[in-house]
Each structure stands twice: as structure tokens, then as C-alpha cells.
């Protein structure tokens, strides 16, 4: 089997981690404007996200944390699915694993 014990997870957590990186870095550009077309009503398309996680924001270091911590996951996961479809053994999924610990730092 190739993968897909748990349906390929793993990548979901991953992609929401890039999408809050996405939202951070959003959060960081000069705040931009666009008029509705019908109305002509100017509206933020990223004013939400700078006053939410911008540089000024307390919640930015945290959401930043929160991010890393599902890159985390994400790559922990996937070798948990790998070993259980049997496209890895346990020696591989702990050296793996140890990696990750390495280099994201253990949260215990």
C-alpha cells in the first residue's frame, strides 16, 4: 500500500498551516482597498487580518506558534500514516521522527 491509512490527513494540516502563513504575511503588507463593483462602496481586502495578527497585534506571535506547531503535526502525521500503510518500518518512522523533533523543537 502507498500511503492513505488515514486518507492522506496529514496533508489537510499542512495546508492550513500555509494558509495561516499565508493570512501572516497578508498581515504584514499596507492595508489594500477595492470598490465593489456595482456600489462603487470601498471595502479592506486585508484590514481583518492586520488588526487580527498584524506586527501590532498580541495574537501574531501566538497564531506564528500555532502555525509552526501544524507543520509539525503535519510532518508527524505523515510518517504515522507511511508506517501504518506499511510503506515504512519502525526504524525509519523513528529516525524520521527524531528529525522532526530536531528540527521543530519537542513540544514537551
Given amino acids: ?27 504584514m503588507q499596507p492595508e489594500e482597498f477595492e470598490k465593489g463593483s456595482s456600489s462603487g462602496f470601498e ?4 484590514g481583518h487580518l492586520i488588526e487580527a495578527i498584524g506586527p501590532n497585534s498580541p495574537a501574531r506571535s501566538i497564531t506564528e506558534r500555532i502555525m509552526k506547531d501544524l507543520y509539525r503535526l503535519a510532518k508527524e502525521a505523515k510518517e504515522v500514516e507511511w508506517l501504518l500503510s506499511g510503506d515504512t518500518g519502525v526504524e525509519t ?16
Fill in 93 to 108: 518512522f523513528m529516525e524520521r521522527y527524531n528529525k522532526i523533533q530536531k528540527d521543530y523543537g519537542n513540544p514537551d
Fill in 1 to 27: 500500500m502507498s500511503g492513505g491509512h488515514y486518507d492522506y490527513t496529514w496533508f489537510k494540516i499542512e495546508t492550513l498551516a500555509d494558509e495561516i502563513r499565508n493570512d501572516l504575511d497578508k498581515a
Fill in 43 to 46: 471595502y479592506s481586502l486585508n
